[in-house]
């Protein structure tokens, strides 16, 4: 039987952490944890208290480093949460949500092509156009 920490977030999301662990063979005697202090904004309790927390699964070798919240057992609760995302995308062999969202940013920032700029341009173009077209007349119009 795994030993069961309590990390201070409802018991339904430790239960579906633990069987997450337990479907992936993750004991807690193969993680190494240490607490660090954390960096940023949060004033004197986060200068004072060592409340990141990193993870080490040592059969796989995946590491992560948890300061989300300033309560040192819920980053605790949520580096166990992202180390299990870690390890089930190495076994089904598929993207982190982490991973989806960096690409989707990079894929944002890419330069455009010459042919999909043009043509943005003339879409632009058109659309200009219609908008010229629903103005309402002036005077020297008429004439």
Do not use: W
Request: proline share 3%.
């Amino acid at each position: 039987m795994m030993k069961r920490i309590k990390f201070g977030v409802r018991p339904g999301k430790e239960r579906e952490l633990y069987k997450k662990m337990k479907r992936y063979g993750v004991r807690e005697k193969d993680l190494e944890e240490k607490f660090v202090r954390s960096s940023g904004k949060g004033g004197q309790r986060t200068n004072k208290v060592a409340t990141c927390v990193y993870l080490k699964h040592k059969p796989t070798g995946i590491e992560v480093k948890c300061q989300r919240e300033r309560s040192q057992a819920i980053n605790r609760f949520l580096a166990r949460r992202r180390l299990m995302d870690k390890i089930e995308a190495k076994v089904e062999n598929k993207k982190t949500k982490e991973q989806q969202r960096i690409e989707k940013i990079r894929r944002q920032k890419r330069k455009r092509s010459k042919r999909a700029k043009e043509k943005m341009l003339e879409q632009k173009r058109k659309r200009a156009e219609k908008k010229e077209l629903r103005k309402n007349p002036r005077p020297e119009d008429y004439s």
